[in-house]
């Protein structure tokens, strides 16, 4: 009797993620690595690595979706799907009920609204602007001159908040000059670096009855956990391995998809989230 | 590997041929020294003709540089001058182009510059950004500039509406005859009328294959055969393209050719296009197997309400009756018709950074439809011609995004 095994794999740009499911959904195998500049090279490992925890070898994958800026490089994806349809199937497959899932990834950041059946209902991105993106944070905390890894520590050092704009990635560093010819100290001025990311989430309208964080920002400065909190005054949790999200998505519509590309292409019906809008 | 942009159509040859007949004319009048008026898209160009001017249309020249993407290279010059990058990117890339002493009519028409103005004619009934171009190039020249000023936002196309427009083109008509190669010739003027007409109701029909399934062509064909409706209005050479095309275009809906092989998605294209991007995004849309149906950039451009017998109110009215120059209202219930009617299932509104006048996704109107009629809605951020504002990966999530949730509601 032959065993069914599925996966996704999300290549973003800075990372890239896989994950390989059993016939029953259950999660064998996840990796992920850097994805540089070789987008093929990036998914393939992370597939290898996934597979090699799953047990299963690639070539035994009965169907693999990939997703994010480098889907179109994963060598033996029998599809596609957008980075939102993925997160929004990951999110519900971890929570299980009506969210707003927030992905916060390197260049660009989304909300998704799910109901209490996994439906997407809409979606918003960010303008075409770093501003509120893994990139601010790496640019700031440059000018800064600390290093990405401590930023949040030093965040979680203070509760004064110092004000920075969220308009634009590269006057937000020059704006951190002025504030610390202002007096603000680096653990007030990396709250606000945080604070100003908050607030670029708030405007895509996040709502209740939870909002679920995705992406690798959330995974790499859990602070922020906090401060969306204080900033939105709702409910927010952290999904499960918040980077592979979009990769754990992407495999349960493997599983859940047709049979190819093209039949899949034709029998789209069969997928068990649906749109409202 | 097979072409996937658009309609392989047999007009293409006679549209090369016939665009460079226009503009070797121009090219003739140009260098010895015949009158040229430069006009305004929809502009009095009927007028114009009446008085025996070759007509030029600097947007025409504008939608070239940015479809080149020569814009992205000259515009800076114009920004050098004052002119913001956050106005008409037709302006700052056609005055740049100027400056820069550059123009993609010498490569498609050897051109080496575009042609001397005599006159220039401006009606803002588009936006008043038309009226500051042409006056820098009245200003720069030492050419007179004179102009049409439309009321805007209509709901109805009134009779008070009608008469304050004819009443400006008759006194535009007697200071035409001050400059004018000829004088003012009623005929003419009505058979650049009749020609308008028909060409325009041609065109209409033309575009009005598209709604039969599968679309015989798309909007990147559209884009590139309205060009004899723009700069050839009022010209019995217009008629005979539209008629051949309208042939050759019900001959492929009687074979049931697609533009779009294996099409399964129609939509509905709202705004300018992304001159420097139609191949890339009709390259996308056709491996999607989307097909641009109807936009309205090309479809309301449909100027059938010209009127021989009673020329000042006709052309008044047509020129009124354009879809930027109506209101809100008009817009959405006539983008919601239209889309019905060519059996587009989803809309994409492009919110053109430098051209507001013709993006209508910023006042609420894509989630007032979504909301009304069920229809996916898109906002696709980018610009006519500023190769700055548009990013074709980061648009491609959003599209992929769209074609899914068109996908999902095909079901």
Redesign the interface.
Same mark, same amino acid.
């Given at each position: 009797m032959s065993v069914d095994f599925f996966a996704g794999v999300d290549v973003g740009s800075s990372y890239a993620k896989a994950a390989v499911l059993g016939a029953q959904g259950e999660l064998l195998g996840k990796a992920l690595c850097p994805t540089g500049l070789d987008l093929k090279g990036a998914g393939l490992t992370a597939l290898t690595q996934a597979c090699a925890e799953a047990g299963v070898p690639v070539e035994g994958l009965s169907r693999t979706v990939s997703t994010g *800026?480098g889907r179109d490089e994963v060598a033996g994806a029998t599809r596609? +799907?957008? /980075?939102?349809?993925c997160l929004a199937r990951g999110a519900f497959a971890a929570l299980g009920r009506a969210m707003t899932v927030v992905d916060i990834g390197g260049q660009?950041s989304k909300i998704i609204y799910v109901d209490d059946r996994g439906r997407r209902l809409d *979606?918003r991105?960010n +303008?075409?602007c770093a501003a509120g993106t893994g990139a601010f944070l790496e640019i700031v905390a440059l000018r800064m001159g600390v290093p990405l890894e401590n930023l949040g520590a030093l965040a979680e050092q203070t509760r004064e908040v110092a004000p920075l704009s969220s308009f634009c990635s590269v006057f937000a560093a020059t704006e951190v000059l002025d504030l610390l010819r202002k007096g603000y100290g680096p653990p007030a001025i990396a709250r606000g670096v945080y604070r100003s990311v908050a607030q670029r989430v708030v405007d895509m309208g996040p709502r209740g009855p939870v909002v679920a964080m995705a992406g690798g920002v959330v995974a790499h400065h859990p602070v922020l956990l906090e401060i969306l909190r204080e900033t939105l005054g709702l409910e927010v949790v952290a999904l499960s391995s918040p980077q592979l999200v979009g990769a754990l998505g992407a495999a349960h519509l493997a599983r859940e998809d047709g049979p190819s590309t093209e039949e899949s292409?034709e029998g /789209?019906?069969s $997928?068990t989230m +649906? /749109?409202e $809008? | 590997m097979a072409d996937l942009v658009g309609a392989q159509l047999q007009s293409n040859g006679r549209l090369k041929a016939l665009m460079a007949e226009y503009f070797g004319q121009l090219k003739v009048a140009d260098e010895g020294g015949a009158p040229v008026a430069w006009c305004t898209s929809v502009g009095p160009a009927e007028l114009l003709r009446a008085f025996g001017f070759q007509v030029y249309f600097p947007e025409n020249h504008g939608a070239m540089l940015g479809a080149t993407r020569m814009a992205g290279k000259v515009m800076a010059a114009a920004h050098g001058v004052g002119y913001s990058q956050d106005i008409c990117s037709y302006l700052t890339s056609d005055i740049g182009a100027f400056l820069s002493g550059v123009t993609p009519l010498a490569k498609a028409y050897g051109m080496e510059a575009v042609p001397r103005p005599s006159v220039l004619v401006y009606n803002t009934n588009q936006c008043r950004e038309v009226k500051d171009w042409f006056e820098w190039y009245g200003r720069t020249l030492g050419v007179p500039t004179l102009g049409i000023h439309s009321p805007g936002q209509l709901d109805q196309v009134t009779p008070e509406a009608i008469e304050l427009v004819a009443a400006q083109l008759e006194h535009l008509r007697d200071a035409l005859a001050l400059l004018a190669p000829r004088p003012f010739d009623p005929a003419a003027l009505a058979e650049a009328l009749d020609h308008s007409r028909e060409a325009a109701i041609l065109w209409g029909r033309c575009l009005q294959t598209a709604a039969r399934t599968p679309a015989p062509w798309v909007f990147s064909d559209h884009t590139i055969h309205m060009a004899p409706i723009v700069v050839l209005r009022g010209t019995s050479e217009a008629v005979a393209y539209y008629k051949g095309l309208l042939a050759e275009l019900e001959a492929l809906c009687a074979s049931g050719t697609a533009a779009v092989p294996g099409e399964r998605f129609r939509i509905y294209w709202e705004g300018m296009p992304i001159w420097g991007q139609l191949r890339p995004l009709a390259e996308l849309f056709a491996s999607h197997r989307a097909a641009l149906v109807a936009s309205t950039y090309c479809n309301s451009w449909v100027l059938d309400e010209l009127d021989s017998s009673d020329p000042w109110r006709a052309m008044a009215r047509a020129y009124l009756s354009i879809f930027i120059c109506r209101s809100e209202g008009y817009k959405q219930e006539y983008i919601v018709r239209t889309a019905h009617e060519f059996g587009a299932g989803g809309v994409i509104f492009h919110d053109s950074k430098t051209c507001p006048h013709n993006s209508n996704s910023r006042f609420g109107m894509p989630q007032r439809i979504r909301a009304t009629e069920g229809l996916p809605v898109l906002v696709l951020e980018g610009d006519l011609n500023d190769p700055r504002c548009f990013a074709l990966e980061e648009s491609r999530v959003r599209l992929e995004v769209f074609l899914e949730q068109m996908e999902d509601a095909l079901g």
């Open positions: *800026y596609t +799907r957008s /980075e939102i349809f660009d *979606y991105m +303008r075409k292409l /789209e019906g $997928a +649906r /749109e $809008a | -």
